[in-house]
């Protein structure tokens, strides 16, 4: 897929799936996976209106092995059918593995790659620039940037001027630790790249041209999200606002809450998907189970938020 086509599907809702296990041994639930996907375009998130993204952080990519990542990723395609573009996470220190990820995304038919800086190692710009350049040089597939700050390297808007030159560069999944920054990086780059709203400032940014939202509540609560992102397209702000804080509000209050107890991030997501009736599991370790804590509390923030249908 060219870059300009996969443009066109990085736009709306960009969901990131939370990968499902089978309990107790932790192997991955590629049909209940699917079954998710099957839940969301059901629910009306198709192309135009969002994208899934299939091994990300939400996806615990990291406990996965390259051969589960590659199952995972055929599952939701295939499932997908086309209804929705499919966004994979290839994120990993080993450049050898990021292009055998983004080799077979492509085969399978992938919209693109999410790509981060390398961590563990804090690298430099150029270090960054490097590593991404020589990933698209030897694996031509659209790419997302997800700026990952919170794992030592910010990216500058130096470094991003020149990784716009990169062919492959199609957006980038942004975050920033101010938010004077964030807003910055948009009134430079909207206007060149497509930006995803990792920063939870979704009427600002949709004000300001971006054009995508990493929406965690619309795994579990699609209509509201597709609501809302009507909301931001049509320019209404003000109610706009107001939903975040009624729904995706209570969502990190929650995030936070649990983060005092374990690390992650899929574990809300997995928690909401049982309330609702759909396949679930604990998330691997590290992560630890949260499920006997947190369960009632999630329960509580649906029925907080109007989730229909709970279980």
């Known amino acids: 897929m060219e870059r300009r086509e996969a443009v066109s599907h990085l736009s709306g809702i960009y969901v990131p799936l939370p990968t499902l296990f089978v309990d107790p041994g932790l192997e991955v639930n590629l049909a209940g996976m699917r079954r998710h996907v099957r839940f969301l375009i059901d629910a009306g998130i198709r192309a135009g209106k969002g994208v899934l993204l299939a091994g990300g952080g939400a996806g615990e990519f990291a406990t996965l092995s390259t051969e589960e990542r590659l199952k995972i990723a055929e599952a939701v395609i295939t499932e997908a059918a086309g209804a929705i573009g499919v966004v994979v996470g290839v994120q990993h220190t080993n450049p050898r593995e990021i292009v055998t990820l983004c080799r077979e995304a492509k085969k399978m038919g992938a919209v693109a790659v999410q790509v981060a800086p390398p961590f563990y190692e804090v690298p430099t710009a150029e270090d960054v620039y490097e590593f991404l350049a020589g990933v698209a040089e030897a694996a031509d597939i659209p790419q997302v940037l997800y700026t990952t700050y919170w794992t030592g390297f910010r990216l500058s808007f130096d470094l991003l001027e020149r990784l716009l030159k990169i062919p492959q560069l199609a957006a980038v999944k942004l975050a920033s630790p101010s938010s004077r920054e964030f807003d910055e990086f948009l009134r430079r780059f909207a206007g060149r790249t497509r930006f995803v709203d990792n920063q939870l400032e979704f009427v ?46 209570p969502c990190y209050d929650l995030y936070g809450e649990i983060g005092k107890h374990t690390g992650g991030e899929g574990h809300l997501d997995k928690l909401c998907l049982q309330l609702i009736g759909l396949d679930s599991s604990r998330c691997r370790p590290p992560v630890r189970d949260v499920r006997h804590l947190y369960l009632d509390h999630a329960r509580r923030m649906l029925v907080k938020t109007g989730v229909p249908n709970m279980k």
Do not use: C
């Not at 971006?210 to 809302?228: C, M, Q, R, S, V």
């Open 204 to 249: 600002k940014s949709h004000s300001l041209g971006g054009k995508a939202i990493n929406l965690h509540p619309a795994n579990w609560y699609p209509a509201w999200a597709l609501t809302f992102w009507d909301l931001l397209e049509t320019r209404k702000y003000y109610e706009a606002q107001q939903e975040m804080a009624r729904v995706v509000g």
